[in-house]
């Protein structure tokens, strides 16, 4: 199928539901670098090695060729989320989900942020396109529970693996760095969390970039009566736009979810900030590999706090802890409902 930009803009002129979609689409990418991709830069700006702008244009960038390179050693995860759903080959009621789920994620997400709390837009997704394909299906056949699975697993893996291992490359950084002069170690620190940024970028493009280029794809495919884009490759152009909006959302509210992460949560050194990246990126590879969609944001925070359990437990604010668990807990039931109410309200006016 023929997916260039002139014929994707000539579809989603003569297609007003492919134009809901995808402007949608579009919208949560914007809020997801707005209240998502902040997480990957928090540890190099509030330890002070990179300015604020500089690290969200560097996002934009690692989180380009994230998606680019990851996209084509694996795609899984792009059609991980799709599967979760059956609609039962009806292409009409599968873009309207899509559109249900992509509304649900823009008010959860939002309403998140404006009390600075990092959301999983990925479990947004997941919640509420099931949501959606229950009220389109009547009834829980409309979700496929061999692939939700994959959920469970991604976010045990992401918060368990996270948390343990930042407490472990903490206590290895500690340990080698041991004898060493706090001041001469300054440097090398620096620029070793502007690497673990640019990493943890990179990744967080190859994890959520890469689902919502999915949902994106398959929307034209929908429309153009295919349920499947298996073994088509994301286009150029897309991900270069996912880059840019992410970075133009990250720009725009990502400073109080840097606070929220690398400040509030627990109060990082250099050494712990890259720690904290080094753990994270390699959890979100593993993850990535296997085609286990996780949530970049569960990842990085329990990285942080498994790096401020090195010096202690009480160095964890567990009252900002308590807010993201309680959040990212109601993110299935919250917006589950809210995917299955839009889904009610848009199958009434189409």
């Known amino acids: 199928m023929d997916i260039t930009f ?23 990418i914007f809020v997801n670098g707005w209240t998502d991709a902040p997480n ?9 090695c990179m300015g604020a702008k500089q690290a969200i244009l560097m996002s934009a960038v690692f989180n380009f060729f994230g998606v680019f390179i990851m996209s084509m ?17 009806n292409n009409e009621d599968a873009l309207v989900a899509l559109c249900a789920a992509m509304t649900a994620i823009v008010i959860w997400a939002v309403t998140a942020w404006y009390f600075g709390i990092p959301t999983s837009e990925s479990h947004a997704l997941i919640a509420g396109l ?11 056949s409309g979700v496929n529970f061999n692939e939700w699975i994959k959920v469970i ?8 693996l996270g948390f343990f291992s930042g407490f472990f490359v903490c206590k290895l950084t500690v340990f080698i760095c041991r004898n060493m002069d706090r001041r001469s170690t300054d440097g090398f620190f620096t620029w070793a969390q502007i690497g673990g940024g640019a990493a943890m970028s990179f990744m967080h493009g190859a994890q959520d970039g890469q689902k919502f280029m ?22 150029v152009w897309m991900m ?34 890259f720690s904290a990246d080094v753990a994270a990126t390699f959890c979100l590879l593993l993850s990535t590999l296997f085609g286990i969609p996780v949530s970049t944001t569960h990842t990085k925070t329990t990285a ?47």
């Open 240 to 273: 270069l736009l996912c880059s840019i909006v992410m970075g133009l959302g990250t720009s725009v509210g990502g400073k109080k979810i840097i606070k929220s992460v690398g400040m509030d949560m627990v109060k990082l050194e250099k050494y712990q900030g």
């Open 130 to 140: 099931s949501g959606a394909a229950i009220a389109l299906q009547g009834g829980l």
């Open 73 to 89: 050693i694996n795609s899984t995860v792009a059609m991980t989320i799709k599967n979760m759903v059956n609609f039962n080959g």
């Open 6 to 28: 002139s014929v994707f803009m000539e579809q989603m002129t003569s297609s007003p539901v492919l134009f809901v979609a995808i402007a949608l689409t579009i919208g949560v």
């Open 304 to 350: 942080i706090m498994g790096v401020g359990a090195v010096k202690r437990l009480s160095a964890i604010n567990l009252s900002v802890v308590k807010d993201m668990v309680l959040t990212w807990i109601l993110t299935f039931p919250g917006c589950g409902f809210i995917g299955f109410l839009m889904a009610k309200i848009l199958m009434a006016i189409v």
């Open 40 to 48: 990957a830069i928090a540890t190099c700006v509030v330890t002070r």
């Open 153 to 160: 697993y991604g976010l045990v893996l992401s918060t368990g």
């Open 214 to 235: 999915g949902v994106m794809l398959l929307g034209v495919f929908l429309v153009n009566g295919q349920d499947t884009t298996a073994g088509v490759a994301l286009p």
